[in-house]
């Protein structure tokens, strides 16, 4: 479990290859998944974050990790442009389809809001 918070971290601290903004809205989703249906919500996810980064302005980022030593727990890391962007995302068709998927296959789910401290981004 310390190697999945050192890895979200790690991730926090060098995804938003934008300039730090201290109005953006930076939060991570921890879920537990239904084993039996770890592929099935794995596909809508992707599909979801997918869908999201390339039509909505607002959304910056999404990571998406699995613990090693149990796949159905997930954590997400999401990077929003600001609290409007996060509340017009909730409200999209692709994020309630997303949610209407999924209802039966998460069994938790945990929204950490937190602050974005620092960066460290490799150049190209």
């Known amino acids: 479990m310390k190697k999945l918070f050192l890895s979200i971290w790690i991730i926090t601290l060098s995804a938003c290859a934008c300039a730090q903004n201290k109005n953006q809205m930076v939060r991570l989703a921890k879920i537990i998944v239904d084993p ?24 910056l980022t ?13 954590t997400i890391l999401e990077i929003y442009a600001d609290e409007a962007a996060y509340k017009k995302h909730i409200e999209t068709p692709h994020f309630k389809k997303y949610k209407a998927t999924v209802q039966n296959m998460v069994k938790s789910l945990q929204l950490v809001d937190v602050d974005l401290i620092g960066k460290a981004v490799k150049g190209n």
């Open 62 to 74: 999404y990571y998406a990790v699995a613990d090693k030593s149990d796949a159905s727990h997930i």
């Open 36 to 59: 039996a249906q770890l592929v099935q919500y794995n596909a809508a996810l992707k599909l979801q974050m997918e869908t999201a980064v390339k039509l909505e302005p607002g959304v």
